[in-house]
């Protein structure tokens, strides 16, 4: 079964840094682009970009570029989420989810991960 | 504002069809790129739900169904459930933004 695990729920600080991660099974974890989404509280979803985990090519949203980092370890098939400078308005849930078809940067995504709350707080 | 525009909700009663539209320009939908729709139950993560404008993942019932013409696209839900009441997403690939994209979301009410 092809499967997507994130890391638990977190609360933070405003100016933390926090890197979230999403670990795949069931599949080459290097032949199929990782994408990103986020969901602010009551909102609809947002893409936030991808990353092939081969080569770690990554592809981000305007709206998103420089303000997150992706990055992978293809040595135990995780994704990672990073923020250096946390802000309060980056309150959301994350998911990340395979892209297909393999190989391509254009198509859609499943499965899903469940998802990782993060709260920024102070 | 999103590139691609939904209606924030539409409502129908139990056996009723009812379509959810996905409108775009010629930077995605218009440019042939295909549209894709997911399913969002509360507290849930997103479900997938068609791919490629008017394919069915195995399992989705075939009460759903997808199309596409021109700078639009359609998801058509016949045979309404209770178990449809949900949020509906649309995304698809825009060039000028080089980016994939969703719409705003319509969350379906079944009466």
């Known amino acids: 079964e092809v499967q997507l695990v994130q890391s638990g729920a977190v609360v933070k600080k405003p100016g933390e840094s926090l890197k979230i991660s999403c670990g795949g099974s069931?599949?080459?974890?290097?032949?199929?682009?990782i994408a990103w989404v986020r969901q602010m509280p009551g909102k609809g979803l947002e893409w936030m970009g991808i990353?092939?985990?081969?080569?770690?090519?990554?592809r981000y949203s305007p709206s998103f570029q420089g303000q997150v980092t992706f990055s992978v370890d293809k040595s135990i098939n995780t994704a990672y989420l990073q923020w250096t400078s946390l802000k309060a308005s980056d309150t959301a849930i994350y998911y990340c989810?395979?892209?297909?078809?393999?190989?391509?940067?254009?198509?859609?995504?499943?499965?899903w991960g469940q998802g990782t709350l993060v709260t920024v707080s102070s | 504002q999103s590139v691609l525009t939904q209606p924030p909700s539409v409502s129908g009663a139990p056996g009723q069809r009812v379509t959810i539209s996905c409108t775009g320009s010629?930077?995605?939908?218009?440019?042939?790129?295909?549209v894709h729709w997911y399913q969002q139950v509360p507290g849930t993560a997103p479900k997938l739900l068609i791919y490629?404008?008017?394919n069915r993942p195995s399992g989705v019932p075939e009460r759903f169904s997808g199309s596409r013409s021109g700078t639009s696209a359609s998801l058509a839900i016949s045979g309404l459930q209770a178990e449809d009441e949900a949020d509906y997403y649309c995304?698809?690939?825009?060039?000028?933004?080089?980016?994939?994209?969703f719409g705003g979301g319509t969350n379906l009410i079944v009466l």
């Open positions: 989810a395979r892209h297909n078809p393999s190989s391509s940067p254009l198509g859609w995504v499943d499965p």
């Open positions: 069931g599949y080459t974890f290097t032949h199929y682009w």
């Open positions: 990353i092939y985990p081969l080569d770690s090519e990554t």
């Open positions: 010629s930077s995605n939908i218009g440019a042939a790129y295909d």
């Open positions: 490629a404008s008017s």
């Open positions: 995304q698809s690939y825009d060039s000028s933004l080089r980016t994939s994209v």
